[in-house]
């Protein structure tokens, strides 16, 4: 007998973007926002007390429930802290599905869905985006204890209509999370959702928007109803006392954030102008990067000669993707970098 299960025996595990140790390439590969945190999260930070480590946090990070809650318009009570986002897809995986009870999402996707589920052992059902992106009809009528819907999608950057999720979720008989890691830079949210349909829960970070990817820290919006099932799954402490503290004086400083947002979209259109410029397709944005179809197809040859130079950006072989580059939205000096060396490469 192994020392693991089966299924994580057979499991490969995530593959996340690669970590380069040197601070001066340019790193345009895991959607990190390239502008620091507000300066409140510094101040708080420089004013930590010894008393805040020496106890254990508050269970529920209450302190962010409150400033995350007038944010968005809803309870305390209809906020969960999450040690990052992918915290949350973890606990909801684990509190609805198992071998009997599926999960379903569309695909190409976020590809760590299927890394969790196959740790969870649970029946899942992969099920391609219909044209343009748009939902598959058959979503609806999978019978899935859970549904996963990424909006705005990774990586394709594509935004589905609000009006569809609500008619989605009408139709499932099980929980529809919508996963807005990225919607900071997107126009619309499916928060009015969590108001009108109980089995609808919205997955949050504070990676993106609030520049704050090292921290770990992210939300769940959702009914009182599923907040209390999930709070049951989590980790005692699932966030810690410090990460508490700065991810609330991130949330109260909206000014800041909206600043932050503003740029980055502006920052958005000049590359996607750019690279459209260069030849490449790549289709308007509702997040922090772009997907880029590199033409004649060789994406990997220049994901490769980028990074000889240093500037890092994400290609996926699969199919559908393997034509293309992911690339996070830089500071426009890292984007000038971007452009000139696929200007050389192409
Ligand atoms: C689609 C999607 N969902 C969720 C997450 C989780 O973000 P985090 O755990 O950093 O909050 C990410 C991170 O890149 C993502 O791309």
């Keep these: 007998m192994g020392y693991f299960r089966d299924n994580v025996e057979r499991m490969a595990g995530y593959t996340p973007g690669f970590q380069p140790k040197?601070?001066?390439v340019v790193k345009l590969n895991t959607n990190e926002n390239p502008y620091p945190p507000s300066p409140a999260v510094m101040k708080t930070l420089a004013s930590v007390a010894p008393e805040q480590l020496r106890r254990y946090p508050d269970p529920v990070g209450q302190s962010f429930r409150q400033a995350a809650a007038q944010v968005?318009?809803?309870?305390?009570?209809?906020?969960?802290?999450?040690?990052?986002?992918?915290?949350?897809?973890?606990?909801?995986?684990?509190?609805c599905c198992d071998k009997q009870r599926a999960l379903?999402?569309?695909?190409?996707?976020?590809?760590?869905?299927?890394?969790?589920?196959?740790?969870?052992?649970?029946?899942?059902?992969?099920?391609?985006?219909?044209?343009?992106?748009?939902?598959?009809?058959?979503?609806?009528?999978?019978?899935?204890?859970?549904?996963?819907?990424?909006?705005?999608?990774a990586p394709t950057a594509t935004w589905i209509d609000i009006d569809d999720l609500a008619a989605l979720a009408n139709e499932l008989t099980g929980v529809l999370l919508i996963d807005e890691a990225y919607v900071d830079f997107a126009a619309d949210s499916a928060v009015r959702l969590v108001?009108?349909?109980?089995?609808?829960?919205?997955?949050?970070?504070?990676?993106?928007?609030?520049?704050?990817a090292g921290l770990r820290f992210g939300y769940a919006i959702g009914s009182e109803n599923l907040i209390e099932g999930f709070l049951k799954v989590k980790d005692s402490y699932n966030v810690d006392a410090l990460a508490i503290a700065l991810a609330t004086a991130a949330i109260e400083d909206q000014a800041y954030f909206q600043a932050n947002v503003a740029q980055v979209i502006a920052?958005?259109?000049?590359?996607?102008?750019?690279?459209?410029?260069?030849?490449l397709e790549v289709a308007d944005s509702c997040t922090n990067f772009v997907l880029a179809g590199v033409p004649n197809g060789s994406a990997e040859l220049a994901y490769e000669q980028l990074a000889q130079r240093d500037i890092y950006?994400?290609?996926?072989?699969?199919?559908?993707?393997?034509?293309?580059?992911?690339?996070?939205?830089?500071?426009?000096?890292?984007?000038?970098?971007?452009?000139a060396a696929l200007r050389e490469i192409l």
């Design 22 to 24: 040197a601070t001066e």
């Design 72 to 95: 968005s318009g809803v309870a305390p009570e209809n906020i969960m802290c999450c040690n990052g986002g992918d915290d949350l897809l973890s606990i909801a995986i684990r509190a």
């Design 104 to 153: 379903a999402y569309p695909v190409p996707t976020y590809t760590l869905y299927p890394v969790l589920s196959s740790l969870e052992d649970c029946k899942t059902l992969e099920i391609p985006f219909a044209d343009g992106y748009s939902l598959p009809t058959e979503l609806g009528k999978t019978g899935a204890a859970l549904t996963i819907v990424c909006n705005p999608n």
């Design 195 to 212: 108001k009108e349909h109980d089995n609808v829960v919205l997955l949050r970070s504070m990676s993106k928007g609030y520049s704050l």
């Design 267 to 279: 920052d958005r259109a000049t590359l996607t102008e750019q690279l459209r410029a260069l030849g």
């Design 313 to 339: 950006v994400r290609y996926f072989n699969v199919d559908g993707l393997s034509d293309k580059l992911r690339i996070s939205v830089g500071t426009a000096e890292q984007n000038g970098k971007l452009l």
